[in-house]
């Protein structure tokens, strides 16, 4: 009996070209999860992601689902599959769904969390998984402008070219800017995302954090729906997709 299985994944994008199978060959995430869903179950698979994660940019909890009749326990699918990828990408759980589950419409809202070092000697072993920020960076003023952006809006200058999209009008329920020690971190929750939207609202609040701009201006930004009016676009590697809702 062909089944829905729900996986929640992990993974290192240092050095994949993000998580969509690429028609050229290029290695991506997605294209070595469905190769090893291959050998486990003996069928052609295809993986249906909740959203598509870039180049560099990594992941705790990304989700996907998948049918399959094969007849091996989903309990054993997260030993099975982990046993034929490579130790940057781990499926932490499968779990069976309706069959009406699909892991991108039936999200509710998902989390980013964008994390830099501010401070001019970077943890070696931290390169990979942050933006090193060393520039003077206050926190309470992108505090002030990240809770703004907080509700529905039309995000188009937030959205990067390459991938529009009908509606530029999503939900951000939450945009929190914290830090500890040398780490600053913002979490943004939104029920979607456009291309790029995260790293291009933390460089605009970055923009704010060296007193470029005062928090007032994200208002003014937001009513010009202009990709030029906002700030540079983050660096990738400071990204994590942290959870989906359903």
Same mark, same amino acid.
């Given at each position: 009996?062909?089944?829905?299985?729900?996986?929640?994944?992990?993974?290192?994008?240092?050095?994949?070209?993000?998580w969509q199978?690429?028609?050229?060959?290029?290695?991506?995430?997605?294209?070595?999860?469905?190769?090893?869903?291959?050998?486990?179950?003996?069928?052609?698979?295809?993986?249906?992601?909740?959203?598509?994660?870039?180049?560099?940019?990594?992941?705790?909890?990304?989700?996907?689902?998948?049918?399959?009749? =094969?007849?091996?326990?989903?309990?054993?699918?997260?030993?099975a599959l982990?046993?034929?990828?490579?130790?940057?990408?781990?499926?932490?759980?499968?779990?069976?769904?309706?069959?009406?589950?699909?892991?991108?419409?039936?999200?509710? =809202?998902?989390?980013?969390?964008?994390?830099?070092?501010?401070?001019?000697?970077?943890?070696?072993?931290?390169?990979?998984?942050?933006?090193?920020?060393?520039?003077?960076?206050?926190?309470?003023?992108?505090?002030?402008?990240?809770?703004?952006?907080?509700?529905?809006?039309?995000?188009?200058?937030?959205? =990067?070219?390459?991938?529009?999209?009908? =509606?530029?009008?999503?939900?951000?329920?939450?945009?929190?800017?914290?830090?500890?020690?040398?780490?600053?971190?913002?979490?943004?929750?939104?029920?979607?995302?456009?291309?790029?939207?995260?790293?291009?609202?933390?460089?605009?609040?970055?923009?704010?954090?060296?007193?470029?701009?005062?928090?007032?201006?994200?208002?003014?930004?937001?009513?010009?729906?202009?990709?030029?009016?906002?700030?540079?676009?983050?660096?990738?590697?400071?990204?994590?997709?942290?959870?989906?809702?359903?």
């Amino acid at each position: 009996m062909q089944r829905n299985i729900k996986l929640t994944i992990a993974y290192d994008g240092s050095g994949y070209h993000g998580w969509q199978r690429q028609a050229d060959g290029i290695v991506t995430v997605q294209q070595l999860l469905e190769e090893a869903l291959v050998q486990v179950t003996h069928h052609p698979v295809t993986l249906r992601g909740s959203g598509r994660t870039d180049t560099g940019v990594h992941a705790d909890g990304q989700v996907a689902n998948f049918f399959t009749d =094969s007849p091996i326990p989903n309990e054993r699918i997260p030993l099975a599959l982990n046993a034929r990828l490579p130790k940057n990408i781990r499926v932490r759980k499968a779990e069976p769904v309706p069959d009406d589950f699909d892991a991108i419409r039936s999200s509710k =809202s998902k989390l980013y969390r964008y994390t830099l070092f501010n401070h001019e000697n970077l943890p070696p072993k931290m390169v990979r998984y942050c933006y090193h920020y060393w520039r003077e960076c206050t926190v309470e003023p992108m505090q002030q402008a990240a809770a703004l952006l907080e509700g529905e809006h039309d995000f188009a200058c937030f959205q =990067s070219s390459g991938a529009e999209r009908k =509606s530029t009008v999503r939900n951000l329920m939450q945009c929190r800017v914290w830090r500890d020690e040398n780490w600053v971190h913002f979490d943004l929750e939104a029920n979607g995302f456009l291309y790029n939207m995260v790293r291009n609202i933390v460089g605009t609040l970055l923009e704010v954090g060296q007193g470029n701009w005062p928090p007032e201006k994200m208002q003014e930004i937001l009513a010009t729906k202009d990709r030029q009016q906002a700030g540079p676009k983050a660096l990738p590697n400071g990204l994590t997709l942290m959870w989906v809702k359903y």
